[in-house]
């Protein structure tokens, strides 16, 4: 009995299915070489978009002033960019490298001198002991107790080579995308057009509305979380040059990362007053831990004004995406990955809560 099935048609449905994966193999072949030759730049191009898309409207504030002007807006906007971010980086990285220097001049001329820890280190919880016993052998005879530190001042020397080549990494990296952010704005409503487009293609029925949402909260997370830090970082570093402090750079850094993800700068600054405090006179070191106070209390006048009518984010989602990123993607990644939690954690809200809402409402049985 005959197949009801004609062999042709199965010749063409098998020829049909062929193709059709062919085709999809060779989609995924040329997808899987462009991202791994984008790879590298993933994170850069991100951030300059992300930096793009927050500081657009000081981007049409500048243009308007400048008579509409607004590739000479973009280019003021790089300038100074590249000013806030380079100095300051270049101060840090400065710091720190002179910092290694002196430590080592000074091991190689045996005239590095260790204090020994107070008594009451060794009653400091969990690991006051092995503290003190290590720092107490330290000041007796450094030069033996380093050589029985796992891993050794050479494997540690040779680390410290390679953050500080990240860090400096990094800084160019940030240099890179603020000139790809002030680009990006020449082409802001073409972009939008095709952020919208996308979205809509994913979700049509709230494509605008999840862009628009996505906007917000990148702009709420830059300036009210990143830019109050960098803020604090700035004039915590203007103090601290002006004082002397040793080390300002190093200082400055960690005041960043601790306003990033949202511990009081006070706890750095507080104490560097009481250092101050020991050596200054007492007007000068007073002025400046008035000013280390305003410093560190900042953020409270700063982020009303910069957060706007941004997205309220938990400070756990700002925090894990600030360590996230950085231990991921270096020091782009402590800028962006903030945003990027940040920007998932509204979405998905955002969706469940869209979801909740149009859920048919129907009457509980009552039971009995």
Not at 188 to 214: E, F, M, N, W
Not at 233 to 260: D, F, Y
Request: aromatic fraction near 6%.
């Amino acid at each position: 009995m005959q197949n009801p099935i004609s062999s042709p048609n199965d010749a063409t449905f098998q020829r049909n299915i062929m193709t059709s994966f062919i085709q999809i193999a060779a989609v995924v072949v040329l997808i899987n070489y462009c991202l791994a030759i984008v790879g590298p730049f993933v994170s850069l191009v991100v951030w300059g978009l992300v930096l793009a898309v927050a500081i657009f409207p000081l981007h049409v504030k500048l243009a308007a002033a400048l008579g509409g002007k607004e590739k000479l807006a973009a280019t003021l906007m790089i300038l100074i960019g590249l000013v806030i971010v380079v100095f300051p980086g270049w101060l840090m990285t400065k710091s720190v490298i002179s910092s290694i220097m002196a430590f080592a001049a000074e091991a190689k001329a045996g005239t590095l001198v260790i204090p020994p820890p107070a008594d009451n280190v060794a009653d400091w919880p969990v690991i006051g002991t092995r503290l003190y016993e290590f720092w107490n052998a330290a000041a007796t005879n450094l030069e033996e107790t380093l050589k029985n530190v796992d891993p050794s001042p050479r494997e540690a020397s040779e680390w410290l080579v390679r953050k500080i080549g990240s860090l400096a990494a990094g800084i160019l990296q940030i240099a890179a995308s603020i000139v790809i952010a002030g680009v990006a704005t020449l082409y802001s409503k073409s972009g939008y057009k095709l952020s919208c487009a996308i979205a809509t293609r994913i979700s049509p029925a709230r494509g605008q509305h999840l862009t628009d949402v996505s906007i917000a909260t990148i702009r709420s997370v830059t300036n009210g979380v990143l830019g109050v830090a960098v803020i604090q970082a700035v004039l915590a570093g203007i103090g601290l040059m002006i004082m002397g402090v040793p080390h300002a750079g190093i200082i400055t850094g960690v005041v960043l990362i601790t306003a990033i993800i949202q511990i009081p700068a006070l706890l750095i600054l507080g104490p560097v007053v009481v250092w101050v405090f020991s050596f200054a006179a007492p007007i000068p070191a007073t002025i400046f831990a008035i000013y280390a106070l305003v410093v560190s209390l900042s953020d409270n006048i700063l982020k009303p004004i910069l957060l706007g009518r941004g997205v309220d984010l938990p400070a756990a989602i700002v925090l894990i995406g600030a360590i996230g990123g950085m231990i991921q993607y270096g020091v782009v990644g402590l800028f962006l990955g903030a945003v990027i939690l940040g920007l998932g954690y509204t979405i998905m809200s955002d969706w469940i809560k869209s979801s909740a809402d149009s859920a048919p409402v129907t009457d509980a049985e009552e039971p009995g």
